[in-house]
T-cell receptor, first 110, second 109 residues
Framework: NAGVTQTPKFQVLKTGQSMTLQCAQD?????MYWYRQDPGMGLRLIYY???????DKGEVPNGYNVSRLNKREFSLRLESAAPSQTSVYFC?????????FGPGTRLTVL | GQQVMQIPQYQHVQEGEDFTTYCNSS?????IQWYKQRPGGHPVFLIQ?????EVKKQKRLTFQFGEAKKNSSLHITATQTTDVGTYFC?????????FGKGTLLTVNP
């Protein structure tokens, strides 16, 4: 099992560019999450998907969209990147009360 | 919305000293979870506490959940360099966890 995988690992964008962060899990988990982590701010929930076919906003959803493509995959899209979206993005899945995190994507927006 | 506060933000200790981080919620929690994130890594689940007053141990780590289920602590006895990292508490429903800002522990060998 690869667990939770994320691509890309690193990305540099210019302001206004768009991109999609990919996340996949091979553990057959129902719920998946996107967090961003900024220095001194902890982990903040952007969006989550409690089950295939559903998505809900978290604490900081503005500027992002998500797609739960199937049970395995949950993508995060930045339509028009802004410097404030420079962060480390973590995807996670949930099983029996435990969240399993991917390795993260380090995004820099210039 | 629910807020989870964690203190201290940073803690530097000499190897062999003890370490404690505290977590407080603005609301009663159904459960609380603790995660560890090594530098450059991703958060890894450590433990979940569910019952009022619950105490759980993992080797040198002791986790407590307050009687009112609004606070929790993580205590590490005799720290080692392998304990370095950021420790997060998280509370809330299982679908939506609210994370504390974490305590960064550094250990001087």
């Amino acid at each position: 099992n690869a667990g939770v995988t994320q691509t890309p690992k690193f990305q540099v964008l210019k302001t206004g560019q768009s991109m999609t962060l990919q996340c996949a899990q091979d553990m057959n988990h129902n719920s998946m999450y996107w967090y961003r982590q900024d220095p001194g701010m902890g982990l903040r929930l952007i969006y989550y998907s409690a089950s295939e076919g559903t998505t809900d906003k978290g604490e900081v959803p503005n500027g992002y969209n998500v797609s739960r493509l199937n049970k395995r995959e949950f993508s995060l899209r930045l339509e028009s990147a802004a410097p404030s979206q420079t962060s480390v993005y973590f995807c996670a899945s949930l099983y029996t009360d435990t969240q399993y995190f991917g390795p993260g994507t380090r995004l820099t927006v210039l | 919305g629910q807020q989870v506060m964690q203190i201290p933000q940073y803690q530097h200790v000499q190897e062999g000293e003890d370490f404690t981080t505290y977590c407080n919620s603005s609301t009663t929690l159904s459960n609380i979870q603790w995660y560890k994130q090594r530098p450059g890594g991703h958060p890894v689940f450590l433990i979940q506490l569910v019952k009022s007053g619950e105490v759980k141990k993992q080797k040198r780590l002791t986790f407590q959940f307050g009687e009112a289920k609004k606070n929790s602590s993580l205590h590490i006895t005799a720290t080692q360099t392998t304990d370095v990292g950021t420790y997060f508490c998280a509370g809330g429903s299982n679908y939506k966890l609210t994370f504390g800002k974490g305590t960064l522990l550094t250990v001087n060998p």
